[in-house]
């Protein structure tokens, strides 16, 4: 066990609910009767708390972007936390969602981060994502990955104290994760904060500027959640999409009582504690999530959640059929999501390429003489009525916020991009072979 303040994240549990119910999530979506949404003070007193904290802050839920002041709560962290490492936004339209992770999954020198599953929300406040999160852990869970049984206290498997206590103390999640600030209280551990919302226990710590350096020696409070969760023994883990929960035959008596979805849809399977066998790693060895082919496989390479949603389409020199508004509903903004200015002429293929890519809402996208892209949404549109169409145009985003590209681009990687991806991908790789090595050398 460490200390929260030798961990690279505390969290903020700021909601549990999630557009998903994998199997064995470690917020128990899915065996809650209702979600929670955590109110804007105990945000505060959160991200107050954590000031004078290193590491990164993580924002995460279930999908933490389905909480409804989503924007308040980013855009008070944004303030209270200054980032110091730049970040990453998206200058260029990406036709791979996997190049856009890559850039976003290097942790060192982030103070704020997003664990987000690229739901609705995500597109939606996509700009102050990218301007607020250096860090982001994105899991579309569109491709298999294994989430390992929870809810199987270590009594029911027989599991002596002597045993237990070496376990325990080696617990992995807590090794390499995190602590956590739920709306009742901070947590040593992100499971048991969880725990803790879905049993109606007694709460957590005072969120006040010291929770945070306890050390192990003081988690006797809370470590009675430890009792209830089998993440630091050997037993199986489960295709998350398969939404089915592994659990204890006493667990089910307590979770037939809450009586959520994944119970009464009968989601969960009992785990027969005669054939566990702590020697039987081979059989049991939880399935490394983080670092091997599932840490590739977080993200798709279909762009479907991030590409734009809608394109709206205008033509300012002649007419076509091919135009989906008009040149004054342009200038008033009249449209909700992408629009592609073409000069003189409409390239349909660049609009199908376009509906391939990701780009950043908040973007001024310069196609030089082809056009224009950008996005009723952005930021720099905030408090902006109508616009005028001429050469100034761009001069309402901010410089950092300008792009411009050749169309050809649009789809496709340029040569740096592909070099870059290369080396971001060799980096993490190496660092999450470093990160295993050093779990098992413990
Ligand atoms: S995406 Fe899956 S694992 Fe993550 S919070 Fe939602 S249900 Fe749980
Ligand atoms: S055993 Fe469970 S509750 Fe205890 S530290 Fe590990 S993950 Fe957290």
């Known amino acids: ?17 999630c557009t998903f119910n994998c199997s064995n999530c470690t917020r128990f979506c899915g065996q809650h009767k209702a979600p929670f949404f955590m109110d804007f003070e105990t945000f505060k007193k959160a991200v107050d708390s954590l000031k004078d904290f290193k590491g990164i802050v993580g924002i995460i839920g279930g999908e933490p972007t389905l909480h409804p002041e989503f924007d308040k709560f980013i855009k008070y962290l944004a303030e209270h936390r200054p980032e110091y490492r730049k970040k990453t936004s998206i200058k260029y339209p990406v036709n791979s969602l996997k190049a856009y992770f890559e850039k976003l999954k290097y942790m060192n020198g982030a103070r704020c981060g997003l664990f987000s599953s690229f739901g609705e929300g995500y597109y939606k406040h996509f700009e102050l994502i990218q301007d607020t999160f250096p860090y982001q852990s994105l899991n579309d869970h569109s491709n298999i990955n294994t989430h390992q049984g929870i809810l199987i206290p270590r009594k029911e498997i027989g599991i002596n104290d002597e045993e237990w206590l070496k376990k325990r103390d080696k617990c992995w999640i807590q090794n390499l994760w995190s602590a956590t600030i739920t709306p009742k209280g901070a947590f040593y551990c992100e499971i048991a904060g969880s725990m803790d919302m879905l049993f109606n226990g007694e709460g957590g710590w005072e969120i006040d500027n010291n929770w945070w350096k306890k050390e192990p020696s003081e988690f006797n409070d809370q470590i009675h959640w430890c009792e209830n969760c089998a993440l630091a023994l050997d037993v199986p883990s489960i ?6 929960d592994l659990i204890s035959a006493e667990m089910e008596k307590r979770l037939l009582e809450i009586n959520g979805w994944k119970m009464r849809e009968k989601k969960y399977k009992i785990f027969d504690a005669k054939t566990y066998n702590s020697k039987d790693k081979h059989k049991y060895s ?12 977080r993200v798709s390479l279909i762009n479907a959640n991030l590409t734009p949603k809608h394109i709206d389409i205008v033509l300012l020199n002649g007419k076509s059929e091919h135009t989906t508004i008009s040149e004054e509903q342009l200038q008033n903004l009249d449209f909700k999501d992408f629009v592609i200015v073409f000069y003189n002429k409409i390239d349909l293929e660049l609009v199908e390429k376009m509906k391939k890519c990701v780009f950043n809402p908040g973007f001024f996208y310069d196609l030089g003489k082809v056009g224009v892209i950008f996005n009723s949404r952005a930021k720099a549109l905030e408090n902006v009525d109508n616009i005028k169409f001429d050469k100034n145009l761009k001069n309402l985003w901010p410089k950092q916020k300008y792009s411009k590209i050749s169309p050809k681009t649009i789809g ?7 070099l870059n991806l290369h080396m971001i991908t060799l980096f993490n790789r190496i660092n999450g072979l470093c990160v295993k090595f050093m779990h098992n050398f413990n």
Request: charged fraction near 20%; charge should be positive.
């Open 239 to 244: 295709p998350a999409t398969e939404q089915t």
């Open 1 to 17: 066990m460490r200390s929260p303040q030798k961990m690279k994240i505390i969290q903020i549990d700021i909601t549990n609910a």
């Open 412 to 418: 496709k990687l340029n040569l740096s991009q592909k």
């Open 286 to 297: 939880p399935i490394w999530y983080l670092q091997e082919n599932g840490d590739n496989g």
